[in-house]
């Protein structure tokens, strides 16, 4: 079956470090790949996503890129923020029959000033 | 507009009590969708309502009843829980099923 695998965290940065947060997957076919984000007390939000091989999903300064050689959707950021702390999730939604999200663990993000 | 309403944001009930959970979107998404999460784990899949017909019922225990009145609204009826149901419960909507999900902000419900 599908699966995803991200690192274990906690990873703690200082502000402006660099981030990245690892991803890799299994999936028959040609899977839809996201990033969520959550945020301490609230629900997940689609943080960007890429549906086919070689696409970068990018939204408020954080990038991923679609390894299709690799199965991989690694996380990153150039220089991250103490807004950034939160948990992120990766997961994928296989787009043959009829699938819904596969979520990896979660990595948190914790960012001290 | 890619908002998801949940309410009530927090819920404490008996074992005994009867409550109900709710979820709104006005996206005109089709498939709609219970997650429940305990802590420092990801979304565990409960239910999943394609056109509003239950397509997906992940074998959870009878004292969980999902509900779709409309495209529009999703219910989580809830009676005679156990305290290990005590998580945050997550309504989400996309298009169809196999498209990105928008996430609600929960209900964090505890069961005492």
């Known amino acids: 079956g599908d699966s995803v695998t991200q690192m274990e965290g906690p990873v703690t940065l200082s502000e402006e470090a660099f981030l990245t947060i690892n991803c890799t997957y299994t999936a028959t076919g040609y899977p839809s790949l996201f990033w969520y984000v959550q945020y301490p007390g609230e629900g997940l939000q689609l943080l960007l996503k890429?549906?086919?091989?070689?696409d970068k999903g990018s939204n408020k300064g954080f990038e991923a890129t679609y390894r299709k050689e690799t199965t991989s959707f690694h996380l990153e950021k150039g220089s991250v923020q103490v807004s950034d702390s939160a948990v992120y999730f990766c997961a994928l939604s296989s787009n043959s029959g009829y699938s819904t999200l596969t979520f990896g663990k979660g990595t948190m993000l914790l960012v001290s000033p | 507009d890619t908002e998801v309403t949940q309410t009530p944001k927090h819920l404490v009930m008996g074992m005994t009590n009867k409550k109900s959970l709710k979820c709104e979107q006005h996206?005109?998404?089709?498939?709609m969708y219970w997650y429940k999460q305990k802590a420092k784990k990801p979304p565990e899949l409960m239910f999943v309502y394609s056109y509003e017909k239950l397509s997906i019922n992940e074998s959870v225990p009878s004292r969980f009843s999902p509900e779709c009145p409309n495209s529009s609204l999703l219910n989580l009826h809830l009676h005679a829980l156990q305290p290990e149901d005590s998580a945050l419960y997550l309504c989400a909507s996309s298009r169809t099923v196999n498209t990105e999900a928008f996430f609600g902000q929960g209900t964090r419900l505890t069961v005492v």
């Open positions: 890429a549906t086919k091989a070689d």
């Open positions: 996206m005109g998404h089709r498939a």
